[in-house]
């Protein structure tokens, strides 16, 4: 790696997603693991996006990150989650026209700046935490140069938000509950692409910008620690889902 300080700099835009079959609580609340499989419809990123700029030097002392124009912190699990995974996987990059090489030891140590931007309401209920750590991840994943595809990268994008796996992909999708315990196997899966239902519109009506006032892992916390009606919905679901992805599988064939 040069000691030039130069900056390198990756965009990237991802939409946010819409559950059919909704995901609501956790078995495992750090790898964010789900209590059943969900399926979910991608909006149009001409509508609702986030937008993300993640760039690296060796001028810049520490990690940063910037949200509608507004520095965040970094510090919490989510975040740290994601950029661990994703520096354990970061490759050599080489930037000939500017002169610049990466080797992949020194991603370790390089520091990165990210700003981020949601063209629709925050935290409102919109998703933004899918589409914002979908977009984190992907735009990342472009800057380190990693070898993994789309179902690899939204594993990692589940450990910040779990519903940021499905908006890896347009279309249709499918979030794998999975077995294993590191959740290796929790991943999404493309259904059909975007251009399946072309005439398929969804309207959506924003009544309020405000913030919800209780987040979605604090609901799902709730719920699986009080609800007896959460723990029966994850067995029936579970006996009937392969019903429902038959019947849903069979709409997106016609």
């Not at 520096?87 to 990165?112: F, N, P, Y």
Request: proline content about 2%; hydrophobic content about 40%; charged content about 20%.
């Amino acid at each position: 790696m040069a000691a030039e300080k130069w900056v390198l700099m990756v965009t990237a835009q991802t939409p946010t997603n819409i559950a059919v079959i909704k995901y609501w609580g956790k078995r495992d609340e750090t790898l964010i693991l789900p209590v059943n499989d969900s399926i979910s419809v991608t909006l149009d990123p001409d509508h609702l996006c986030t937008t993300t700029t993640v760039a690296v030097s060796p001028s810049f002392d520490q990690d940063r990150m910037w949200l509608n124009g507004k520095e965040i912190s970094l510090g919490g699990g989510r975040y740290q989650n994601c950029l661990k995974e994703i520096r354990s996987r970061a490759c050599d990059v080489e930037d000939t026209e500017k002169g610049i090489k990466i080797e992949k030891k020194d991603w370790q140590k390089l520091h990165l700046h990210i700003a981020s931007f949601n063209n629709f309401p925050t935290a409102a209920g919109l998703a933004s935490s899918a589409a914002g750590f979908a977009c984190l991840v992907f735009s990342l994943a472009k800057l380190m140069n990693l070898k993994e595809n789309q179902s690899q990268l939204s594993a990692i994008a589940r450990q910040g938000s779990g519903s940021a796996c499905r908006s890896l992909f347009g279309g249709f999708v499918k979030w794998i509950l999975g077995k294993e315990g590191n959740g290796s196997d929790s991943l999404a899966v493309q259904l059909v692409d975007e251009e399946h239902w072309n005439d398929l519109v969804i309207i959506i009506a924003v009544v309020s910008s405000r913030q919800k006032e209780t987040s979605s892992t604090t609901g799902m916390r709730e719920s699986v620690e009080t609800s007896l009606l959460l723990q029966h919905r994850a067995k029936v679901q579970f006996l009937i889902l392969s019903d429902c992805l038959e019947d849903i599988g069979s709409c997106y064939n016609n």
